[in-house]
């Protein structure tokens, strides 16, 4: 087994990571209090190439992976986890869906826009009563001949308010359950009957848009069909097994972050006239984020590296997901309590690692989600993929 990476790996890893000390934490806390988006930052990131991974190179793809993408995604994280979310929108998400189930159309219309950052993306899946069961969707789309007319409503959906073209899943034949959902492309600024709001009232985040979409009688061209009709249910498990290794890096990131900030504050803070590291308490924290951390970096990059040789990865993504976003969550939380007081106050990171952690075990499918998927394929019950 070799588990080093290659000079062009160590080069995407160190181009990330200067760009998120240099470009993202100058400003960031100031972004954080203003709950600030900076678009001209999604468009630097696409210049530097951050969003070409994965495609076909006749698209736009850089000849990088999903282990390259994971790698300047968990240096972003490291830094803000606000400033993970446009991987998954501007690159494994929709450009990917596109490339792989759209028409050439399709493809040469939206993937450019999407993957250099001038044109937001985002997916649309969450409703107010669907979350972990998308099956359970309200959503619908009536066929009227050369378009399709939508209704019905979503809710947390990152970049919905500022979104220029995205993916739309909703129920085109209601009785076929979930083998009658449909896969569109829609142009919310453009779409008349399509009302987008932002959602305000976050725990953290609060550099990344979320909003909400209501449709009402909203009109899409027939053309705006993605895929085959109503294979939108297998497209979408399908998008979320590559978003879901986005969001794992992403939280293989904050779980980093959060360990270094508390070693670097451990080493600093004395308390009975030595190095708070040097009490065997706070050791036995740091201990535990540290292997958390160092066992879902593991995961991750397998997982990554899998999907990069064509390989079943359903399995090892959901551990890479449910092991990262945990470590994330108990790291920040050990952050926290190394700060002591300090640790609550917004005047520094550890509050907001904590407060953006907690979103990852939600996020692309739940932790409970993940579980259920690791224990059907473990037990036999369903093939890895």
């Not at 979320?240 to 980093?256: F, Q, S």
Request: glycine letters at 10%; proline letters at 4%; one cysteine or more.
């Amino acid at each position: 087994m070799y588990f080093e990476l290659t000079e062009e790996q160590q080069l995407v890893q160190d181009t990330a990571k200067r760009f998120a000390l240099e470009e993202i934490a100058p400003t960031l806390e100031e972004e954080e209090r203003n709950r600030e988006f900076k678009l001209e930052r999604v468009a630097q990131m696409g210049e530097l190439g951050f969003f070409s991974c994965v495609l076909p190179d006749e698209l736009g793809g850089n000849g990088m992976g999903f282990l390259e993408s994971a790698l300047m995604a968990e240096q972003i994280a490291r830094v803000s986890a606000s400033w993970r979310l446009p991987f998954n929108m501007q690159n494994l998400g929709p450009p990917l869906s596109v490339a792989k189930f759209g028409t050439r159309e399709q493809q040469e219309k939206y993937i450019p826009g999407w993957i250099d950052g001038t044109k937001m993306g985002f997916f649309a899946m969450t409703e107010p009563d669907t979350g972990s069961d998308v099956a359970s969707m309200k959503t619908y789309a009536v066929d009227k001949g050369d378009h399709f007319e939508l209704h019905g409503s979503k809710i947390w959906i990152s970049n919905a308010h500022i979104g220029d073209a995205g993916l739309l899943y909703a129920y085109t034949d209601r009785e076929k359950g979930n083998k009658g959902i449909s896969c569109f492309i829609i142009e919310p600024k453009n779409l008349e009957g399509c009302t987008a709001r932002p959602i305000e009232t976050k725990l953290g985040l609060h550099c990344s848009p979320t909003g909400e979409f209501v449709f009402e009688g909203a009109r899409v061209p027939r053309d705006a069909l993605l895929g085959e009709f109503n294979n939108g249910f297998r497209m979408c498990m399908w998008q979320l097994n590559n978003t879901r290794i986005g969001c794992a890096a992403g939280a293989l990131g904050v779980a980093g972050g959060a360990l270094q900030l508390a070693v670097d504050y451990a080493n600093e803070r004395k308390q009975f006239g030595k190095p708070i590291s040097r009490h065997q308490m706070i050791q036995s924290q740091i201990a535990d984020m540290a292997v958390e951390h160092e066992a879902a970096q593991l995961l991750v990059y397998k997982a990554a590296w899998l999907k990069d040789q064509g390989r079943p990865n359903q399995y090892e993504t959901s551990m890479a997901k449910l092991a990262a976003s945990e470590a994330a969550v108990h790291a920040a939380n050990e952050c926290m309590k190394i700060f002591g007081s300090y640790g609550y106050s917004t005047e520094y990171p550890a509050e907001r690692f904590y407060r953006d952690a907690k979103s990852l075990q939600v996020v692309e499918g739940t932790s409970n989600i993940q579980k259920m998927i690791i224990a059907g394929m473990a037990c036999g019950h369903t093939a890895n993929r």
